[in-house]
């Protein structure tokens, strides 16, 4: 009576690996805490953390907080918080909240995701903007995770349609090499990524066979900015 599941069982499986179709888990839950520099000193530290929520979607956030010189002085915080939903190894967005908060600027941010009307709004509270969402869409906070997923996958072009203030843009990221990088968390060979599509200075450094996030990124945009690994758990 066990002979025909059994045999059942032990052709699918034959045939999903040779078919490609085992498909990698998504990443268990984390806390993963970096250390921010400006121009290359120390501005902050950031926890970034991924968690289930319960009800099909998960919570993504980034908690970045002064505690050196100018950002320090000037107390300034950012957080970041999205919920998605799995869509294969994509972090589908629902929603996406940002703040940064300091003595001379707050600036914020909510995005929210209509997936049966396949509409994104935006609010930057001086009125909102709604435009078609696209499948398989992240926002610029979930963007680190999906690459790492990819390129744990094996992915060495990515393409990501990301959910920006008035659009969805398609951001371009390329592997281009692999790079003895040394972090407080230690020394890696890590896999070098440059987006493509624009001159906008992100690089990012991933050990993907070990964590799904860079154990480096370096932006450009808005200032030199480097997050380097402390710890991971």
Avoid: C
Wanted: proline residues 6%; charged residues 25%.
């Amino acid at each position: 009576m066990t002979i025909r599941p059994l045999f059942r069982f032990t052709l699918a499986l034959a045939l999903s690996a040779v078919s490609g179709l085992v498909l990698a888990a998504p990443p268990k839950a984390f806390t993963a805490t970096y250390r921010v520099l400006r121009d290359g000193s120390p501005m902050g530290e950031a926890t970034v953390s991924l968690k289930p929520l319960g009800n099909g979607q998960w919570e993504y956030s980034k908690h970045v907080r002064g505690t050196s010189g100018l950002a320090a002085m000037l107390g300034a915080n950012l957080d970041e918080v999205s919920h998605f939903r799995w869509k294969g190894d994509v972090p589908e967005a629902v929603s996406y909240d940002y703040r940064l908060d300091a003595a001379i600027k707050t600036k914020q941010r909510h995005v929210m995701v209509d997936w049966g009307k396949h509409q994104v709004t935006v609010d930057e509270g001086k009125g909102a903007v709604t435009y078609p969402a696209q499948p398989g869409m992240v926002e610029r906070n979930t963007t680190a995770l999906a690459i790492g997923l990819a390129l744990r996958d094996g992915q060495k072009q990515i393409a990501l349609p990301v959910a920006v203030k008035q659009e969805v843009e398609t951001q371009r990221f390329k592997v281009t090499g692999k790079e003895k990088v040394t972090v407080p968390a230690g020394g890696f060979d890590a896999v070098r990524v440059d987006r493509t599509d624009a001159d906008r200075g992100f690089s990012a450094w991933y050990a993907p066979e070990r964590y799904p996030l860079p154990v480096k990124l370096s932006q450009k945009d808005g200032g030199d900015l480097t997050m380097e690994l402390v710890s991971f758990r």
